[in-house]
Each structure stands twice: as C-alpha cells, then as structure tokens.
C-alpha cells in the first residue's frame, strides 16, 4: 500500500442501491442476480438450491470512477472476500483488499455502527473515507475522537447510490489531505 488515503466501501447501500423502488432500477445500474455463500448462509437453514438469489444493481462505471480517485480502494462490506468475486469484476474493480469484521453485525456497548471500531482498527492511523449507507453522528464522533489520522464517514443514501456529488466530495477531501 502507498501513502494515499484509503477508501473503504461499502457494497449494499453505495454500489447497490437496494433500497431504490423495487419496479425501478436506477438510470445507469445493471441488474444481476448473485448467490454468495453470506447470502446463503442468512438464509439458513433452507438448502441453497432452495434459496433465491440476491437481486443487487451495479453500474458498470463506478469501477473506472473509483479506480480514478487517489486513494487504495477497500472493500469495508458483509460481502467481505466474496465482494472480489461478485461486485468487482462485474464494475471493473481489481481484487481488493479486504476488511475482515470481528463481530459481523454485532452490538457494540456505545451505540455506534458495528462495522465502526473494525474500520478505526483497519485504517491504524492513516487518512480514510468510509462510504457507507448505515453511518449516523455517533460513529462520525467516535471516529474524530479515536482515529489519530484524518478520516471522514460519507453518507450514501441506499436508494440512490454513489453519485457524481460523491465522486466530486471524495476528490476534493483527497485534495485537502
């Protein structure tokens, strides 16, 4: 890794937005039906040919747009290694390194986000952004209070996914670094 500042991502929520109107896939996403072993396993205990893919909406462009930024990209999701197999290559992305969770969607004593303690540990001091559609003011605290470097929670609203006025916020933070 360089000294660039990282960029952790987020899959459901910035690179699929899940929760846009089911009949309504957004103006430039694709729709694919995707069957990971996470998806499987949270849908436990019906064998897997019995469960239903995963309906996820991913727009082509956004691997060009992030690998564009000055950051190290990181996957920062659920989706874990299997975001390398499923969501990368279908947006253009390399293998990426990923954020392995020490208590996937566990409940943290202060209230914050679950994934929040594991991204401060990740990141060990250096500038990141954390794009995420799950973040609120608590985790924005802890992390200005905890994290020794620079680091920025960017809010993505799940219906709409990552947009230009992300792309263009994530330049300019870069810039200020």
Same mark, same amino acid.
């Not at 952790?8 to 309504?24: I, S, T």
């Not at 293998?95 to 969770?101: A, F, K, Q």
């Not at 020490?102 to 594991?118: M, Q, V």
């Given at each position: 890794? %360089?000294?660039?500042?990282?960029?952790?991502?987020?899959?459901?929520?910035?690179?699929?937005?899940?929760?846009?109107?089911? +009949?309504?896939?957004?103006?430039?996403?694709? %729709? #694919?039906?995707?069957?990971?072993?996470?998806?499987?396993?949270?849908?436990?205990? =019906?064998?897997?040919?019995?469960?239903?893919?995963?309906?996820?909406?991913?727009?082509?462009? #956004?691997?060009?747009?992030? =690998?564009a930024l000055p950051y190290d990209l990181v996957w920062a999701t659920t989706w874990m290694e299997e975001a390398n197999t499923f969501i990368g290559p279908r947006i253009g992305l390399p293998?990426?390194?990923? /954020?392995?969770?020490?208590?996937?969607?566990?409940?943290?004593?202060?209230?914050?986000?679950?994934? %929040?303690? $594991?991204?401060?540990?990740? +990141?060990?001091?250096?500038?990141?952004?954390?794009? $995420?559609?799950?973040?609120?003011?608590?985790? /924005?605290?802890? /992390?200005?209070?905890? #994290?020794?470097?620079?680091? =920025?929670?960017?809010?993505?609203?799940?219906? /709409?996914?990552?947009?230009?006025? #992300?792309? +263009?916020?994530?330049?300019?933070?870069?810039?200020?670094?």
């Open positions: 890794m %360089t000294g660039r500042p990282l960029l952790l991502l987020d899959v459901d929520g910035p690179l699929n937005p899940y929760a846009a109107p089911a +009949a309504r896939r957004p103006e430039g996403y694709l %729709t #694919h039906r995707l069957l990971p072993e996470g998806w499987v396993a949270r849908n436990a205990p =019906l064998p897997r040919e019995e469960v239903d893919p995963l309906r996820v909406w991913l727009n082509p462009s #956004h691997g060009e747009e992030l =690998l293998e990426l390194p990923y /954020i392995r969770w020490s208590d996937l969607f566990g409940e943290d004593p202060d209230g914050l986000h679950w994934k %929040t303690r $594991d991204v401060v540990a990740w +990141a060990d001091g250096r500038p990141f952004v954390w794009v $995420d559609d799950e973040l609120g003011p608590q985790d /924005i605290a802890w /992390i200005e209070a905890n #994290h020794p470097g620079p680091g =920025l929670a960017l809010w993505v609203d799940p219906r /709409i996914g990552l947009r230009e006025l #992300h792309f +263009a916020a994530l330049r300019e933070w870069a810039e200020d670094e």
